[in-house]
Nanobody, 124 residues
Framework: QVQLVESGGGLVQSGGSLKLSCAAS????????MGWFRQAPGKEREFVAA????????YYSDSVKGRFTISRDNAKNTVYLQMNSLKPEDTAVYYC?????????????????WGQGTQVTVSS
């Protein structure tokens, strides 16, 4: 069992930055590929970024590539999402997710555990 808790969301102006964190419980964090997804009102949950078990490989959606950076610290059981050059269309609830022994999955159903989400609002 893995419990995930996101933090770092908030309100920011267009062009600004935020850094999300996702803290995981348990001693097997390094056995999970990690992902970030987001869901805006009335829309499906969409893939944002993912990172391999060791952190050596990262994956991004086209909409955030070059603006967002995913990273992880296995010693701290934490995955991060640095978001720069934010746009109003980035407004959504952001979720982190854990995928047992797999990296880079882009579909939500691939993931085994989810956090409760953190709201990110970008004003124009």
């Amino acid at each position: 069992q893995v419990q995930l808790v996101e933090s770092g969301g908030g309100l920011v102006q267009s062009g600004g930055s935020l850094k999300l964190s996702c803290a995981a419980s348990g001693r097997t964090f390094s056995s999970y590929g990690m992902g970030w997804f987001r869901q805006a009102p009335g829309k499906e949950r969409e893939f944002v970024a993912a990172i391999s078990l060791s952190g050596g490989t990262t994956y991004y959606s086209d909409s955030v590539k070059g603006r967002f950076t995913i990273s992880r610290d296995n010693a701290k059981n934490t995955v991060y999402l640095q978001m720069n050059s934010l746009k109003p269309e980035d407004t959504a609830v952001y979720y982190c997710a854990a995928d047992w022994n797999t990296s880079g999955a882009r579909r939500p159903f691939s993931y085994d555990y989810w956090g409760q989400g953190t709201q990110v609002t970008v004003s124009s």
